[in-house]
Nanobody, 122 residues
Framework: QLQASGGGFVQAGGSLRLSCTAP????????VGWFRQAPGKEREFVAQ????????SYADSVKGRFTISRDRAENTVYLQMDNLRSEDTATYFC?????????????????WGQGTQVTVSS
């Protein structure tokens, strides 16, 4: 199971960095994605990164503000979130895909972690 951490409470315009790791399993050969779910809304794709970090993609709503990266040696994937907005408030989940490359479809991810809460005040 993956573990997401780094959430918290921040004012609009602030930054947070989320981390995703797996203490008992390596996912260095898998794509990893970040998703989020706000109360009363469906889970949505945020970003994903390929197995070697060579490619990534973002939801339009976070493009230019969020950056996904990974440290394969540390078995950790990061989501740097800058210029946060109130609409970014959600529980953020990380997930490992079945393959080395993936996309925004949550069905492509089969290992999910517990989420971390991000709250942005306006």
């Amino acid at each position: 199971q993956l573990q997401a951490s780094g959430g918290g409470f921040v004012q609009a315009g602030g930054s947070l960095r989320l981390s995703c790791t797996a203490p008992r399993r390596t996912f260095s050969n898998n794509a990893v994605g970040w998703f989020r779910q706000a109360p009363g809304k469906e889970r949505e794709f945020v970003a994903q990164i390929s197995w070697n970090g060579g490619s990534s993609s973002y939801a339009d709503s976070v493009k230019g503000r969020f950056t996904i990266s990974r440290d394969r040696a540390e078995n950790t994937v990061y989501l740097q979130m800058d210029n946060l907005r109130s609409e970014d408030t959600a529980t953020y989940f990380c997930a490992a895909a079945r393959s080395a490359y993936s996309g925004p479809n949550s069905g492509s991810y089969n290992y999910w972690g517990q989420g971390t809460q991000v709250t942005v005040s306006s």
